[in-house]
């Protein structure tokens, strides 16, 4: 394998796998406890998005929180890291096009857990989040590739 090749993998070692688990379990838990923080002030910002029918907001606004905790402790249990990893990538996927289409109609709507902590407007959550959904992506494509390793017994040439 020619010397890019090894460089690649490095990136992608053990070292960068974790480093980044860590910052997206943390991310992904400091969200869901932000959220649970005030839970009535969540489901009023789900509502401004004026997608789901009334009720729905607050059911949402009740389990969303301990999803996202539950999922950034998962992340670290080997047999539920690609379940958790798929489902940490279609939420922030679905929040990022929820978010797009307020930022489209020029509604001005806190984004949920950070929104309140750090204002930031809807434009710069959306950048944020195609920079998360990337590494959360990657994270992802880390993880089964283990899981290959593990089940094949697999080595890459060195």
């Given at each position: 394998?020619?010397t ?7 990136l ?22 932000l959220k ?5 002030a969540?489901?009023?910002?789900i ?5 789901l029918?009334?009720?729905?907001p ?9 999803l ?12 539920l890291?690609?379940p ?13 096009a ?15 857990c ?13 950048f944020?989040?195609?920079?998360v959904?990337l590494a959360a ?13 593990t089940?094949?017994?697999w080595?890459d040439?060195t």
């Amino acid at each position: 394998m020619n010397t890019n090749g090894r460089k690649l993998r490095r990136l992608a070692g053990p070292g960068p796998v974790f480093c980044l688990r860590l910052f997206l379990t943390l991310l992904l838990a400091a969200a869901g406890v932000l959220k649970l923080a005030d839970v009535g002030a969540f489901a009023a910002d789900i509502e401004n998005y004026r997608l789901l029918p009334a009720g729905a907001p607050l059911a949402l606004a009740a389990l969303l929180p301990w999803l996202e905790v539950t999922l950034a402790v998962a992340w670290w249990v080997p047999r539920l890291r690609l379940p958790a990893g798929v489902c940490a990538l279609a939420m922030l996927e679905v929040f990022t096009a929820v978010v797009s289409s307020a930022w489209w109609q020029g509604l001005a709507i806190p984004a949920g857990c950070f929104g309140r902590v750090f204002p930031v407007s809807l434009q710069d959550v959306v950048f944020r989040n195609f920079v998360v959904i990337l590494a959360a992506g990657a994270l992802l494509l880390a993880d089964i590739r283990e899981a290959y390793r593990t089940r094949t017994g697999w080595q890459d040439s060195t």
